[in-house]
């Protein structure tokens, strides 16, 4: 690995050139990311690029008018001082941010490499050149911040709630549905069989941690997201089981009360609180309407907390 001080004019320009050939496919990524989601900023990506090809075209021209045709291949990583990029292929799905933060350090990065090039050159055209460019790298970077400021289109916005329902209320609801109705049974039960509030704090500690896990692991390997576009797999099955594990321990914390009919009285005002959350939340999101939502997951909480009482008391 060369230091940059050790680079010849030459090395310099062909550094240049090859840089200005990355950050256009690094460009082109992000307009291919970007364009079913956020197609109005994917264009400003777009215009970045070409402006990108045409840094690429007037460095050539001056290359070859003073070191002639061949362009030796010297890439940012054989020299020091550079900062490692993850490949755009590896963070896909793109959100705005991430690109934003993307573009912006990797045009500060390009404006200062030219701008040391330039105070390095001796001959008046590279260094003309070079300065001209750290000043349109400069106006890029103004351009990567304002990209995440623009307001979103009527259509963007749509797409950007669909892909937050996809891959944080939709898992998330699935959890909290989960965690909140299935371990009714096993907890009750355990109340009704045990008049014990620490026992039964350990049965329904136990039922939602492993229902958490299960549901986890279930929502991940449920689909890779490439074709649904639900997002990373273990994000959503993060989101799923944190969320079914937090259903289950809503209910289960009245327990550590010593006293049983207190901390069963409480327990029941835990879970008519979490199935009207529930209720709103399909409302609020899956556009359920709000009496169906709440007869819906009332029946099954009711019918889940019945055999939980009819079985701890069997």
Known sequence: MRTFDSLTEQEILALAISQEEEDARIYEDFV??????????????????????????RLLEL??????????HIRRQDVRGFVDRKPVWLVRPLGLKTVQ???????????????????????????????DLAEEERNHARTAEQITLTKLSETESAQQKRLFL????????????????????????????????????????????????????AEALSDDGSLTGRGHPWVRGLVCGLMTALGGIGHTLPYLIPSFRTATSVA??????????????????????LVSAVLQIALGGALVFLAGILIGNS
């Open 101 to 131: 933060k993307t573009a912006e350090t990797m045009e500060v990065e390009t404006r200062r490499f030219y701008e040391a090039a330039a105070r390095r050159a001796t001959d008046t055209g590279i260094r003309q050149l070079l300065g």
């Open 268 to 289: 029941v005002c835990v879970v008519l609180v979490e199935l009207g959350l529930i209720s709103w939340i399909r409302h609020r999101f899956m556009d359920t309407p």
């Open 63 to 72: 290359y070859k008018s003073r070191f002639g045709d061949h362009v030796p």
């Open 166 to 217: 996809l891959q944080v209320i939709q898992p998330g609801l699935v959890g909290l549905m989960d965690g909140s109705v299935s371990t009714l049974a096993p907890l009750f039960a355990a109340a009704f069989a045990t008049h014990s509030s620490f026992q039964t704090f350990l049965v329904g500690l136990a039922a939602s941690v492993g229902a958490g896990i299960s549901m986890g692991f």
């Open 32 to 57: 291919d990311g970007l364009q079913a989601n956020y197609p109005e900023q994917a264009e400003k990506f777009r215009v970045m690029r070409r402006e990108e090809d045409g840094h690429r075209h």
